[in-house]
């Protein structure tokens, strides 16, 4: 009788073990299939795309994070016309408006004579707020 119990439990081990092997190597995926690798950007590269896409795109870029004090985490100029800012926690709902408006000021004073965005994205990078500034009639209209 013990041998038969002992033969169970050698076959159900056998079973188990078989049967792990066979369900890991069918559902293994070989990693260069998952995701090509890329090889990481120098910090001087990212920093010139990420910023702007002008020497001085970028320097107004890097200005708008260094004077915000703490309320944007990231900003970008596109086409000296475009300005992109991810804000922080710390800016309340009812401050992100004038959060724009401040930088489409300070936008307009270093890009003039033409039409210019802001547009506003939330921590988690999710578009909250454009802010346009009409050159011709000098106004400024939000779409949410």
């Not at 004090?69 to 408006?97: C, F, H, M, S, W």
């Not at 000098?138 to 779409?143: D, L, M, P, S």
Request: hydrophobic letters at 35%.
């Amino acid at each position: 009788m013990q041998i038969i119990q002992q033969s169970r439990k050698i076959l159900t081990a056998l079973t188990l073990a078989l049967i792990l092997s066979i369900t890991t190597a069918c559902s293994g995926v070989a990693p260069t299939a998952q995701r090509p690798q890329i090889p990481p950007a120098s910090n001087t590269s990212y920093n010139q795309i990420e910023r702007g896409s002008t020497a001085s795109s970028q320097q107004f870029g890097d200005w708008v994070v260094r004077q915000s004090k703490g309320l944007v985490k990231d900003a970008y100029v596109r086409d000296n016309n475009k300005l992109g800012v991810v804000i922080t926690p710390q800016v309340k709902p009812n401050e992100v408006r004038p959060l724009a408006s401040s930088l489409l000021q300070g936008f307009h004073k270093n890009f003039p004579n033409q039409d210019l965005t802001v547009l506003v994205y939330a921590p988690d990078k999710k578009l909250i707020l454009t802010g346009k500034y009409d050159y011709q009639s000098q106004q400024i209209r939000y779409e949410s």
